[in-house]
């Protein structure tokens, strides 16, 4: 059974491994105070841990729908229609409070 991996950190700064794919692995790094998020790859035939990616997520974050699939608002009609058709066919339906799990 796989194990959740492990994060180290403090003072802003974040590591934690991560796999890329079958057989590559490395490290992803965040900075919380920058809003920086870089990923390492490791080459083991160089013996190499190399910069892949690096990106600025303090604008990502404003993003309330981006590449999602239902769209919220598509979401938000199917629970609608779906009351509707439980207060049509007489079935007790509780209101869906989206702030709460």
Same mark, same amino acid.
């Given at each position: 059974m796989a194990q959740p991996a492990p994060i180290a950190g403090g003072g802003g700064l974040f590591m934690m491994p991560g796999q890329f794919s079958q057989n590559t692995w490395g490290v992803y790094l965040? %900075?919380? %105070? &920058?809003? @920086?998020?870089? =990923?390492y790859q490791f080459y083991p035939g160089e013996k190499q841990l /190399?910069? @892949?990616? =690096?990106?600025?997520? *303090?604008? %990502?974050? /404003?993003?309330?729908?981006? *590449? &999602? &699939?239902?769209s919220p608002n598509d979401v938000k009609a199917m629970v609608? =229609?779906?009351?509707? =058709?439980n207060r049509a066919t007489g079935q007790d339906s509780k209101p869906v409070d989206p702030e709460k799990p």
């Open positions: 965040m %900075d919380i %105070d &920058t809003q @920086v998020i870089c =990923s /190399r910069l @892949v990616a =690096s990106r600025n997520f *303090s604008w %990502d974050r /404003r993003l309330k729908n981006f *590449s &999602t &699939t239902p609608e =229609s779906e009351q509707n =058709s």
